[in-house]
């Protein structure tokens, strides 16, 4: 394709499904972003093999093995940087983030959430939603902000809530629901259709 590619950073903890749904979106020729490095915090996540498959660098950054939250902060941002690292992705990421690497990396920072935002925030967002009885859930990708799923909306994709549903069976839906959504974001924010005004993001047409 002509022109640049987005340099993109993913942060994972875990098995690293949006990450591959990620991956694959790359592997399109017209798709205007690129995955330069993977970091995670954790040495079992899944993602990382799921990285290496792709040929894509992998980073393990154990956050036990920082003193702070500050410090391990800054040891993700330093390996960001010193992979060009121009927009980072949080798949799956789950480390609450310092103001300080927030405000870094703002309006540069996007995550995905399994709910329709504002509405259930937390890593419970799933039970939350069949707890209060909603017909329809689904997910976010938001820009990230000091506050917990907070920040900017870029993209929301309803979900139906079934009769019978548990927690899993809504749970793999909305995933089903993240894996087409994140990549469409990124492929917006890659292309310079986005644009964040105080706290709304508002996408140019073509």
């Known amino acids: 394709m002509q022109g640049k590619r987005l340099k993109t950073g993913v942060l994972i903890s875990g098995s690293g499904t949006n990450l591959q749904a990620l991956i694959d979106a790359c592997t399109a020729p017209d798709f205007p972003a690129e995955i330069v490095l993977v970091i995670s915090n954790r040495a079992d996540a899944g993602g990382l093999e799921r990285a290496k498959r792709a040929g894509i660098a992998t980073k393990l950054i154990p ?57 259930f925030k937390g890593i419970d967002a799933v039970e939350q939603a069949l707890a209060a009885g909603v017909q329809q859930t689904g997910c976010t990708v938001h820009f990230v902000r000091p506050e917990m799923d907070a920040g900017p909306i870029l993209l929301q994709v309803e979900v139906p809530v079934e009769a019978g549903d548990t927690s899993d069976s809504l749970h793999d839906r909305i995933r089903r629901a993240e894996h087409r959504a994140y990549p469409q974001a990124l492929r917006l924010i890659a292309a310079g259709r986005v644009s964040v005004s105080g706290e709304t993001a508002n996408i140019s047409e073509d």
Do not use: Q
């Open 63 to 119: 956050h036990k093995e920082y003193p702070s939250r500050e410090a391990f902060d800054m040891a993700i941002d330093t390996a960001l940087r010193g992979a060009d690292v121009e927009f980072v992705c949080l798949a799956g990421f789950m480390r609450l983030l310092t103001p300080g690497f927030v405000k870094k990396w703002h309006d540069r920072l996007i995550n995905v959430h399994p709910s329709l935002l504002p509405a």
